[in-house]
């Protein structure tokens, strides 16, 4: 029962430490507070100076999926792969 126990805590640890996020603030080319990324697990949510949701970018592995602030897919980009 103790292993048991034991070994539900390291998943909850895990999952937790697995599920940070990143916030970064953004500025436009004057230094003035233009807005926030917030960086989830493969997904990143832009917000502007007003707190209002703008888009989001999921991380595809081999690419990226853009998406507006109503949700519809705008754009794909696909990573080149590495050249041997």
């Not at 697990?41 to 998406?67: C, E, K, Q």
Request: charged share 20%.
């Amino acid at each position: 029962m103790l292993k048991l126990t034991m070994l539900a805590a390291i998943v909850l640890v895990a999952t937790a430490a697995r599920a940070e996020q990143t916030t970064r603030n953004l500025y436009d080319a004057h230094g003035n507070f233009a807005g926030t990324a917030r960086t989830h697990g493969h997904a990143t949510t832009f917000t502007d100076n007003h707190g209002r949701f703008v888009g989001s970018v999921i991380d595809r592995g081999n690419g990226m999926a853009l998406y507006n602030r109503f949700g519809h897919f705008t754009r794909g980009v696909m990573r080149q792969p590495p050249k041997r």
